[in-house]
């Protein structure tokens, strides 16, 4: 059985983009548990609360549950869930799991080839990173549930159905003249910029094109609160901060707050400007909550 495919096809909710990332998210967390101790059995009631933080964290911004992944991953045959009664889950409710002692952990096989195979776990961890979070995020989350990643092997599998553009960075950043489109950092080691990134508005995970209307130049400060959620961009390309961020810090208020309702800094003359398109994606899937108002002029 291939189990880097079979983990790479989680069936998901799915609609227009529609970020789910549910699933993967639990598997994750099973595969740093299972890394920890291959034999641990995960109850519901003990990991409820990691995995509502996880989803919270690393999830779209609308209200979800982690019973949902708990009970509906078993149909994946990757996962399997026991009860105080005997095998099988009760449900996908937050009180029968609950009460009837619900326990997961990943399928007997997976386990299996798991054990065989030391190198399959991080293949699908990072198969799974890819396939549903950009790259920014993939060392935090990692260290969010416990995994211990090794540096990827030569020549490993890719499971990604597509392949990135490398030219990529290179547009975005010209298109922007190598300065950050939400503070205008523009910093350089003699003639190589530093620190500065091209970021995604729609995931490359979520079939955004390797395109610069799908693109900003930010440094890494900004790229990590733009995939993390803090920072949008409107449709009249104008900067969004959330209201759920909270900082009293001097360095808070000026890298960040003081953003809001700030126009972007470029694209330069001729070059395409981020699309509306991608803007109404990245604020209704990854921003969270409402943005700030504008100071007023």
């Known amino acids: 059985m291939d189990w880097l495919e079979r983990t790479a096809k989680l069936r998901q909710w799915t609609r227009s983009g529609t970020r789910a990332p549910h699933k993967p998210l639990l598997l994750l967390y099973a595969l740093g548990r299972f890394q920890e101790d291959a034999d641990s059995e995960l109850r519901y009631s003990a990991v409820e609360d990691d995995l509502r933080q996880l989803l919270t964290e690393y999830g779209p911004p609308n209200k979800t549950t982690p019973a949902y ?22 449900g996908s409710g937050l009180r029968e799991l609950r009460e009837s002692g619900a326990t997961g952990r990943l399928a ?11 190198q399959l776990l991080p293949r699908i961890a990072r198969s799974l990173l890819d396939l549903h979070f950009p790259p920014s995020l993939h060392s935090e989350l990692s260290e969010a549930v416990g995994l ?16 990135r553009d490398r030219r990529m960075r290179e547009l975005v950043l010209t298109a922007y003249e190598y300065q950050c489109a939400f503070c205008g950092y523009d910093g350089r080691i003699g003639t190589v910029p530093v620190g500065l990134e091209a970021a995604h508005v729609r995931w490359w995970a979520f079939d955004g094109p390797d395109a610069v209307e799908n693109g900003l130049c930010l440094c890494a400060l ?76």
């Open 108 to 118: 007997p096989e997976l386990r299996n080839a798991l054990r065989r195979e030391p």
């Open 69 to 90: 992944p708990f009970h509906h991953l078993v149909s994946d045959g990757v996962w399997e869930v026991r009860t105080d009664h005997g095998p099988g889950s009760p």
């Open 222 to 297: 900004h790229h990590k609160l733009f995939d993390k959620g803090v920072l949008g961009v409107d449709d009249k390309h104008r900067i969004l901060v959330s209201q759920r961020f909270v900082g009293h810090s001097p360095a808070s208020r000026d890298h960040v707050i003081t953003l809001t309702g700030r126009p972007l800094v470029g694209p330069q003359p001729g070059a395409r400007p981020v699309a509306a398109d991608h803007c109404s994606w990245h604020t209704s899937q990854v921003f969270h909550g409402d943005p700030r108002p504008a100071a007023p002029a």
């Open 148 to 163: 211990d990643l090794e540096p990827a092997e030569t020549n490993r599998r890719s499971t990604a159905r597509r392949q």
